[in-house]
């Protein structure tokens, strides 16, 4: 499949797909499938913020290589909020709430006290385990953005939304930044994550 495009899928497995469509970032054309750049044409940020992460030492920490979308995607932000509700998690950020490590760290230290937590993510595990979901973002609705770390590809791990501690989620085959894009734009609509509530344009705040 074209990752220009996706197949969305519903919590039933139906899907369309998505025809990708140019968009102008400043004076020049962004690719259709260059998912950062709309995202920030997107969020009016329309240069880097250069943030810089030693992806060798996050990596090795989290025992995990990280999709390369997503890599593109902290070095333009860092570590913030989309349109003050979606909180981007990155690589030792100075925010301990957006800090990458350490959410995916508590959230294993919660289920090692409580084991039974474990059946708010089934059919799933939790990473570290093997094709566990690897926690990347949070909604400010109560709701988390995992990756499926199933496959030696991370470019190719699906997110999965997830109610917080429910049963509800929704699938996404796509990058990071195409699903944060689709999401804010209110492309993609997912049953249990309320429609937007903020006026005005949408935004990208550290």
């Known amino acids: 499949m074209d990752r220009g495009e996706s197949v969305l899928f519903s919590r039933t497995g ?10 102008i970032h400043g004076d020049v054309e962004v690719p259709s499938n260059d998912w950062v750049g709309r995202l920030a044409e997107a969020v009016g940020l329309p240069e880097s913020l250069d943030f810089f992460v030693d992806w ?29 509700y979606i909180g981007f998690l990155v690589p030792f950020s100075e925010n301990s709430l957006l800090d990458l490590q350490l959410s995916n760290d508590e959230l294993n230290a919660v289920l090692e006290r409580h084991p039974n937590y474990r059946e708010f993510y089934s059919p799933y595990a939790v990473y570290p385990q093997s094709g566990g979901l690897l926690d990347w973002a949070y909604c400010g609705y109560g709701q988390r953005f995992y990756w499926l770390t199933d496959g030696d590809d991370p470019d190719r791990w699906p997110v999965i939304a997830w109610q917080d501690r429910g049963h509800e989620k929704f699938r996404f085959d796509g990058s990071t930044s195409e699903f944060l894009y689709r999401l804010l734009t209110e492309d993609l609509e997912i049953d249990f994550i309320p429609e937007r509530r903020i006026e005005g344009p949408l935004t990208f705040r550290q």
């Open 14 to 23: 139906a899907g369309r797909k998505q025809q990708p469509v140019p968009t």
């Open 56 to 84: 060798g030492a996050a990596e090795s920490a989290l025992g995990a290589v990280l999709p390369s979308d997503y890599k593109r995607a902290v070095e333009y932000f860092g570590s913030g909020e989309f349109d003050g």
